[in-house]
């Protein structure tokens, strides 16, 4: 968690050092403290480099001192290299120099159990005590390309230069973003900024992030992360990245338990679910990669600053065979085929006779492939359609034209507003550095390049949206109706019966079916008859948990006699399967006729809070595991945006306008249950409404529903 919120000045200090001194420096560049004087030296640091060790007069080629007592200059950032007992000891000495800026990069501290996490303790009160700001410890350290400062010990790229561009990478494992920096070396692709946040005992994630937002230079965001403490902070930075137009593309690490304990004892972060972190992505429009490659992927579509206006993409290729694979995987990424308009379409076939049927997507087949005018007026039609909003060129080879095909698609590229992708696995080393050098995004594989396309498309769509916010919001709950739930969960302990649970959601302005609590037959008769048959009858008791395994419910009870017989029997069930159970009485409800059937949940995440769960009921949760996810609370639109995803979406949408279910109702109900999650998210564990039905006047009614506490 970052100890305190760091203002944009004191960051860009950090960030853009004068003087950089290094304690731990060494003559031996195999050892981090001597590497990082080689990095800086070798990727030019425009400053002064300052080592300090006691026991050499030189390192280097520079001058060294035994302490940091001894310098003279002013510095501005000191890389702390010492083994992790001797750290604390340094950063005293930084804080009584007035020496405010630390990259700490020695690892022991919380990754190495409960001795490291105390030293941990240690430095985190040591920063707030002395208004520090440090990065680490267990760092890499950070590069910034632009100045360029290189306070780190790992730093590899393809070519002698550093390159610079104006995407960023923040990595809670310095290596993976050392890595990454590598591969986009390759593809020559810079950053303006790579930082490596380690242990993060102050500068974490999401004040990078939010760091990130702020700085003019930087367009996208990228990041390798493995957790977080403070969700809110998160969310908030994501917000701000929103704010300020500049994608997150985020590869989260964590989905298997496995991989959770890892980073447990990597960066000691908390394991919210990685659901939990899918839905968060979502609702602020972080995008997410699931491997490096993905990442880089959409780094390089991101790169020209562009994004589409609507999904439909035009698909270009000189092989039939290709443009068939990409095609078919459009519709997995949420794009679609563009249809052309009939003037495009006439000058087409103008341009290109020998094509039998000009159709998306165009084949431009082998014969016009000879002529690279012909390509290069085909193409411009193409991009000038206004029914396109993404163009995708695909070849294998098409070598004849050398350099001069790349140049040509260089050109168009850049006379277009459109999202221009190439996927040319074959292309010669010069084509695709002549790409590469001028930021056309180029790809090896079909599925990277409609992935990023989609991911394009994906952002577009998120800031179009963010930019008309939604008027509604979640449904408005009086104060008093949260502090009235809250004083009745104040009494309980492990779970809710049925029948207060039901009591909670009327009081959130949930609809529960018609009912009445009774301790004899007589009553339950004289309940039914008043409910009106079809009734249920069900033992309520707190201790219940698997209420139909305990034979405790009866459903569609047709009359009197039935309801005497099923009263009989359920006694005789309790009798034999609950036999300690005494129940505090029995409910009579009014039967809610089956059929689309919803499950609406909530769970509290350790790390971002409530989370709303909706999902197909009955058969279909086990079965298809058909749920869509987002943080709480949310607003009855949201709901029906959720609906929209579910896989069984398209049988909600059906119910909008016929009689039968109501959505509005549906969205309202679930938009309020939400609230109530949200508002009660200190004493709840666990909410559950299942299944969520239509009453047969359309409203949606909670049939049954679970609260577990904390
Ligand atoms: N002030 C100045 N110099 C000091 C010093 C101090 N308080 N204490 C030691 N030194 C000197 C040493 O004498 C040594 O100099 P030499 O090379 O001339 O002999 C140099 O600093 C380095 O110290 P050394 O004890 O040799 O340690 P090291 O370089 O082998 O390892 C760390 C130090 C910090 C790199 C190591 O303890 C560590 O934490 N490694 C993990 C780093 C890591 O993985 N980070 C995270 C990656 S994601």
Redesign the pocket.
Known sequence: MASKEKNMEALRAFFWPQTIAI??????PR????RVVQLLKEFSFPGEIIP?????RE?QGLPCY??LEEVKERVDLVV?????A??P??VKQCAALGLKRLVI????FGELGREGRLLQDRLRQLVLEHDLTVL?????GFINTLQPATPS??LYVEGERLRSGSAAFIAQ???LGMLAVFLASREKMGFAYVI?T?NEVDLDFASMISFLSREPRVKAIGGYLEGVNDGDALRRAFREAAAARKPVLILKAGSSSEAAEAIRSHTGAMAGSSEAYRAVFKEEGVLSASTLTELLSMFKAFQPGRLPQGNRVAVYSLSGGMGILTTELCPEYGLEMASFHPATVEQLQRLMPSIATVRNPLDATAAVALNLEDIRRSIELVLEDPGVDIFIFVTPFWRVFGTAASRMLVEVARHTEKPFLVIWPAATKEVKNELYENGVPLYDEIREAVFAAGALWEYARFQKHREVPDPVGPPPVPASVSASARNRLRECRGRLSEVAAKELLRLYGIDTPRGAVVQELREAVEAARQIGYPIVLKAVSPLLAHKTEAGAVFLEIKGDEELRRAWEQMEHNLREKVPDLVPEGFLVEEMVPGGSELVVGIRIDPVFGPLLMLGAGGILVELIKDISLRPAPVSPAQVLEMLGELKTGALWRGYRGRSGLDLDSLAEAVARFSVMGSDLREEVRELEINPLLPSPDGRAVAADALILLK
């Open positions: 304690v731990g420096a060494s003559s031996d050892k981090p403290g001597g300090i060790n006691p026991g050499r390192i035994p302490s702390v290299s010492v083994p992790a001797q750290v000891g340094v990069i020695s690892g022991g680490g410890p267990n760092c890499v010990f790992v494992s310095g290596a490596s380690g």
